[in-house]
T-cell receptor, first 112, second 113 residues
């Protein structure tokens, strides 16, 4: 089945700086890659996703890039704000099992 | 539109007991997935139901089971609880059409003593 690795596990940045989280996946047939944000005491919430026919997607301060050849995708957050502090999960859609496989998560801390 | 509702939010059980968790999906969503979240293992897929049928199952022992009712509400059951079952159990619903957005509930936090 699919295996998703996520790095780093923790990331601390100053407010206004950029943050980058990277993920690799193993199943070359995977074609859907969402990113979820989980705030304390809440369930994960989708913030952006990308499909395999697209190399990059942006939504205001958030962008995701996908390199299908290398089987890795990244989340970029620019001009970070304290409210961006949360745990971020990447995921890949496992075509064989028709389910999402999640990375281990990244705890992002934005210091004011 | 109401979100995904999970009950109970918190519960404490002892080893050997069993527990049932409930999930009400977003209205109109036919797919319900369950995930176990622990600090060490992250988000692990348990199973997914679509129109009352289990479509997918993760790599968990048979003590973990689930079902879905005709109104799309779902329950999961864990029998013969072990200390390692302590976790946040998350339910997510979707329209069920392949690679679509999952909408998560806030989870049921189970502590096994």
């Amino acid at each position: 089945g699919e295996n998703v690795e996520q790095h780093p596990s923790t990331l601390s940045v100053q407010e206004g700086d950029s943050a980058v989280i990277k993920c690799t996946y193993s199943d070359s047939a995977s074609n859907y890659f969402p990113w979820y944000k989980q705030e304390l005491g809440k369930g994960p919430q989708l913030i952006i996703d990308i499909r395999s026919n697209v190399g990059e997607k942006k939504d205001q301060r958030i962008a995701v890039t996908l390199n299908k050849t290398a089987k890795h995708f990244s989340l970029h957050i620019t001009e970070t704000q304290p409210e961006d502090s949360a745990v971020y999960f990447c995921a890949a859609h496992d075509n064989a099992g028709n389910m999402l496989t999640f990375g281990g998560g990244t705890r992002l801390m934005v210091k004011p | 539109k109401a979100g995904v509702t999970q009950t109970p939010r918190y519960l404490i059980k002892t080893r050997g007991q069993q527990v049932t968790l409930s999930c009400s999906p977003i209205s109109g969503h036919r797919s319900v997935s369950w995930y176990q979240q622990t600090p060490g293992q992250g988000l692990q897929f348990l199973f997914e139901y679509f129109s009352e049928t289990q479509r997918n199952k993760g790599n968990f022992p048979g003590r973990f089971s689930g079902r879905q009712f005709s109104n799309s509400r779902s329950e999961m059951n864990v029998s013969t609880l072990e200390l390692g079952d302590s976790a946040l159990y998350l339910c997510a619903s979707s329209e069920g059409q392949g690679t679509g957005e999952l909408f998560f509930g806030e989870g049921s936090r189970l502590t096994v003593l």
